[in-house]
Nanobody
Framework: QVQVVESGGGLVQAGGSLRLSCAVSGRTFDNYAMGWFRQAPGKEREFVAA????????YYADSVKGRFTISRDNAKNTVYLQMDSLKPEDTAVYYC??????????????????WGQGTQVTVSS
């Protein structure tokens, strides 16, 4: 059984930064492309960022390009999302996703094999 556990959410002022972490256990971590999605109240879950198994390919949603950085440490079975220059519209529950796919583009939510429980990010204006 794969477990995906996020941490690092919280409340931050606009312009501030947060770093989310996602720890994966139960399977070989580098078998999975990893990604982040988010869901704001009343909206559908949307893709944020993804990174391939060995980190060679990275994709971002246009809304976060230049502000967010995804990375992974396969020795620690952990993926990170560094979020800078945060805006109120970044407020959402952020979900970590694991997908046993050869990453060729943004992850699609219906392809995700395992989800974390989500962590709340709130950006105040």
């Amino acid at each position: 059984q794969v477990q995906v556990v996020e941490s690092g959410g919280g409340l931050v002022q606009a312009g501030g930064s947060l770093r989310l972490s996602c720890a994966v256990s139960g399977r070989t971590f580098d078998n999975y492309a990893m990604g982040w999605f988010r869901q704001a109240p009343g909206k559908e879950r949307e893709f944020v960022a993804a990174i391939s198994r060995l980190g060679g390919s990275i994709y971002y949603a246009d809304s976060v390009k230049g502000r967010f950085t995804i990375s992974r440490d396969n020795a620690k079975n952990t993926v990170y999302l560094q979020m800078d220059s945060l805006k109120p519209e970044d407020t959402a529950v952020y979900y970590c996703a694991a997908d046993a796919v050869r990453l060729r583009g943004p992850l699609r939510s219906y392809e995700v094999d395992y989800w974390g429980q989500g962590t709340q990010v709130t950006v105040s204006s």
